[in-house]
């Protein structure tokens, strides 16, 4: 019952001091959605889950209605009914923090998957099963897919939905990313947050998976794509990073439930929809805090590979939303290949 024991004083502190009554998700409700954030969990990292939770009962929703859904995966083969019980009071816990006014910018609901889903299940499914009657490429609702991992800046949603009305309309963007550009995909060295003068955004041709964003119709098109796939269809692309890492996954038996971007990255390698929008920042920091906690990706035992990645934005800075007429794209190794950043101008 450790779960209920952490994430009752999380409650209990976070009502000290909220100022958003039951009423406001009363209100909220009769609005369509502007922003569904999508939790995804395995249940086990509670201190992680409710930091990240705290920091979504923080945003600044600027009177939208942000709807919350958290899902849960189980174990695999058939749950133990201990397991399965105090998921349901996880659950039932984090259904109390819209009721109760904490979370005070939507509908809070949580779900508990029937069957285990690994991490690539989660990624594919639950931003689909959350809307009645899926996902399509019509989908008007903006999705942020999060893992419990990370945690968001209070301005997350202000630059998202300003980067939205920016380039979401743009043919060449499959999604948006709240995380900071570090990787450098064709094995160098990383980046230091993306080009100078870049505004608030530029193209990067990799999703970023600590906060992730895909538009409704890039996301629905490549959901078809996958699901049209053979079962031993190998989404490699030569000369990248996560190729290698993919490969090493294979002959560790996990690829097919850990990793679920190296199929997105060969998708946006074969289609229109190639780059991913990501935040540009000052002063090194971030909307999008990964905290590198023992997981599927990381073991915790590296003192230098812990913690949070940057620093987290917590004051607003209007160059945030100063968007170029004409983005820096970047290719795999980081270079810049089209657009002219802020020096051919500002969007209005």
Same mark, same amino acid.
């Given at each position: 019952?450790l779960?209920?024991?952490?994430f009752?004083?999380?409650?209990?502190?976070?009502?000290?001091?909220?100022?958003?009554?039951p009423?406001?998700?009363?209100?909220?409700?009769?609005?369509?959605?502007?922003l569904?954030?999508?939790?995804i969990?395995?249940?086990?990292?509670?201190d992680?889950? !409710?930091?990240?939770?705290?920091?979504?009962?923080n945003l600044?929703?600027?009177g939208?209605?942000?709807?919350?859904?958290?899902?849960?995966?189980?174990?695999?083969?058939v749950?133990?009914?201990s397991?399965?019980r105090?998921?349901?009071l996880?659950?039932a *816990?984090?259904v109390?923090?819209?009721?109760?006014?904490?979370?005070?910018h939507?509908?809070?609901r949580?779900?508990?998957?029937?069957?285990?889903? #690994?991490? +690539?299940?989660?990624?594919?499914? %639950?931003?689909?099963?959350s809307i009645?009657?899926?996902?399509?490429?019509t989908? @008007?609702?903006?999705?942020?897919?999060?893992? *419990?991992?990370?945690?968001?800046?209070?301005?997350?949603?202000?630059?998202?939905?300003a980067? /939205?009305?920016?380039y979401?309309? *743009?043919?060449?963007v499959? #999604?948006?990313?709240?995380?900071?550009a570090?990787?450098?995909?064709a094995?160098?060295?990383?980046?230091?947050?993306?080009?100078?003068?870049?505004?608030?955004?530029?193209?990067?041709?990799?999703l970023?998976?600590? #906060?992730?964003?895909p538009?409704? @119709?890039?996301f %629905?098109?490549? +959901?078809?794509? !996958?699901?049209?796939?053979?079962?031993?269809? &190998?989404?490699y692309?030569? #000369?990248?990073t996560?190729?290698?890492?993919? @490969?090493?996954?294979?002959?560790?038996?996990?690829?097919?439930t850990?990793?679920w971007?190296?199929h997105?990255i060969?998708y946006?390698?074969?289609?229109e929809? &190639?780059?991913t929008?990501?935040?540009?920042? +000052?002063g090194? &920091?971030?909307?999008g805090?990964? !905290?590198?906690? %023992?997981?599927?990706?990381?073991?915790? &035992? *590296?003192?230098?590979?812990t913690?949070?990645?940057?620093?987290?934005?917590?004051e607003?800075?209007?160059?945030?939303?100063?968007?170029?007429?004409?983005p820096f794209?970047?290719? /795999?190794?980081?270079?810049?290949?089209g657009?002219?950043?802020? %020096?051919g101008?500002?969007?209005e």
């Amino acid at each position: 019952m450790l779960f209920l024991t952490t994430f009752a004083i999380f409650v209990v502190a976070m009502l000290s001091s909220s100022s958003s009554p039951p009423s406001a998700a009363t209100h909220l409700a009769s609005m369509p959605i502007a922003l569904r954030l999508v939790v995804i969990t395995g249940g086990t990292r509670v201190d992680s889950l !409710y930091r990240l939770l705290e920091s979504l009962c923080n945003l600044k929703s600027d009177g939208d209605r942000l709807d919350l859904d958290v899902w849960i995966d189980v174990t695999e083969d058939v749950p133990p009914e201990s397991e399965l019980r105090e998921k349901r009071l996880m659950a039932a *816990d984090i259904v109390t923090l819209g009721t109760n006014g904490t979370y005070g910018h939507g509908v809070v609901r949580a779900h508990i998957w029937d069957t285990h889903m #690994g991490l +690539r299940g989660q990624w594919l499914e %639950a931003w689909h099963a959350s809307i009645p009657g899926g996902l399509t490429e019509t989908t @008007k609702e903006i999705g942020l897919i999060l893992e *419990d991992d990370l945690q968001l800046s209070p301005f997350a949603w202000r630059w998202m939905k300003a980067a /939205y009305a920016a380039y979401g309309q *743009d043919p060449r963007v499959a #999604g948006f990313t709240v995380q900071r550009a570090s990787l450098c995909l064709a094995r160098c060295p990383n980046i230091n947050g993306g080009p100078d003068d870049a505004g608030g955004g530029f193209l990067y041709g990799v999703l970023g998976t600590w #906060g992730y964003s895909p538009t409704a @119709k890039s996301f %629905a098109s490549f +959901r078809r794509w !996958y699901f049209s796939l053979p079962d031993d269809y &190998k989404p490699y692309v030569d #000369g990248i990073t996560p190729t290698d890492w993919y @490969k090493n996954f294979e002959k560790a038996g996990t690829a097919s439930t850990r990793m679920w971007s190296m199929h997105h990255i060969k998708y946006t390698e074969t289609h229109e929809s &190639k780059y991913t929008v990501y935040v540009k920042c +000052r002063g090194g &920091k971030t909307l999008g805090v990964n !905290y590198r906690e %023992a997981g599927l990706n990381f073991d915790g &035992k *590296d003192p230098s590979k812990t913690g949070a990645t940057h620093e987290m934005l917590t004051e607003w800075d209007p160059n945030l939303v100063a968007f170029a007429k004409d983005p820096f794209v970047l290719d /795999y190794r980081t270079t810049v290949v089209g657009g002219s950043g802020l %020096a051919g101008g500002a969007l209005e």
